[in-house]
């Protein structure tokens, strides 16, 4: 396995720091979804499978939200006005940790033990394990209700902080988000920020196959939300998203973000059966040089 890519020497704080233009900005964001994608193949090298394709896919919003929307202290994971960042997929936990390394929360080193006995980067995102991961994923459709409960509680608090929760497609299948849906717009909750990673896929098959739940926007703004769809993997697409999101105030607000399983990696882009994707030893050099091609473009 190559070395894995360095963090920035210095981590966004706060939101807008270091934001000189527009175009610096997303090409500062471009550039740690590359390192965010790099290190997520080194990672997948470990095992030579894993969910890679969701982690290539998901890495410009992660790169967005992490170098450019949280608040957060790299040296204070448990700082009690942090945004919180709520990871319901699990499975995804391989990009999580990527986007943790670049946001100096781990050490870009540790990356190497992912999956690996006694390491603190197992392969289904813990709690309990890892600094910076909120809650435990698993079993789907659990984030947004912790979402919601956790917002209550910081309004209670006076707490200024907002929550993000990133949730799959799949997870659009499950009552028990819908549920939560409805009480995060009964409350007003309008510090909760919902992500939606609409890939298309799921582990039975195409996401339309299996529960079709399209018009998705529409269900959103049904049960009280603020929803914006954007291309999932068109950082300028997202910046702009997120920051009209910021500033919306009285309701919660939701992102659909349409990405492509493997994006930046021609190779795996049209990968079958990419749910869970087996990559044979030769080609995960070839996967890093397409990466590299791919940001010179």
């Known amino acids: 396995m190559t070395s894995l890519s360095t963090t920035p020497a210095t981590a966004v704080r706060e939101v807008g720091e270091g934001q000189k233009d527009d175009a610096q900005r997303i090409e500062r964001i471009r550039q740690a979804a590359y390192r965010i994608r790099r290190n997520a193949l ?3 090298e470990v095992q030579g499978q894993g969910y890679i394709g969701q982690a290539l896919g998901v890495a410009d919003v992660l790169a967005v ?45 540790e990356l190497e033990s992912y999956g690996s006995d006694d390491s603190r980067l197992p392969m289904s995102g813990m709690a309990s394990y890892t600094p910076g991961m909120e809650i435990s994923g698993g079993s789907l459709g ?13 309004r209670h608090l006076g707490n200024p902080a907002r929550v993000f929760n990133l949730l799959s497609d799949g997870e659009l299948d ?7 849906a409805m009480a ?20 039975d098959g195409p996401t339309a196959g299996v529960l079709r739940t399209e018009p998705v926007v529409d269900k959103w703004r049904a049960f009280g939300w603020h929803a914006l769809r954007v291309d999932g993997n068109d950082v300028a697409a997202l910046v702009s998203a997120f920051d009209e999101l910021r500033e919306h105030r009285g309701s919660p607000a939701v992102l659909i973000c349409d990405t492509r399983i493997g994006s930046g990696v021609p190779l795996l882009e049209n990968r079958e059966k ?9 080609e995960w050099e070839l996967a890093r040089t397409q990466l590299q091609e791919g940001l010179a473009r």
């Not at 717009?185 to 919902?194: C, E, P, R, S």
């Open 42 to 44: 080194d990672m997948g």
């Open 65 to 109: 939200v992490y170098t450019d929307q949280l608040r957060y202290r790299p040296e204070d994971p448990h700082w009690a006005d942090r945004d919180r960042f709520l990871l319901s997929i699990g499975h995804y936990a391989i990009a999580l940790y990527a986007a943790l390394a670049e946001a100096g929360i781990i050490p870009v080193e």
């Open 142 to 154: 659990h984030g947004l209700g912790v979402a919601t409960g956790m917002a209550l509680g910081l």
């Open 174 to 180: 499950e009552g028990s988000t819908w549920e939560a």
């Open 184 to 203: 995060c717009a009964h409350h007003g909750l309008d510090n909760v920020t919902a992500i939606v990673d609409v890939n298309a896929l799921q582990a």
């Open 274 to 282: 990419a749910h869970f994707m087996r990559v044979e030893e030769h």
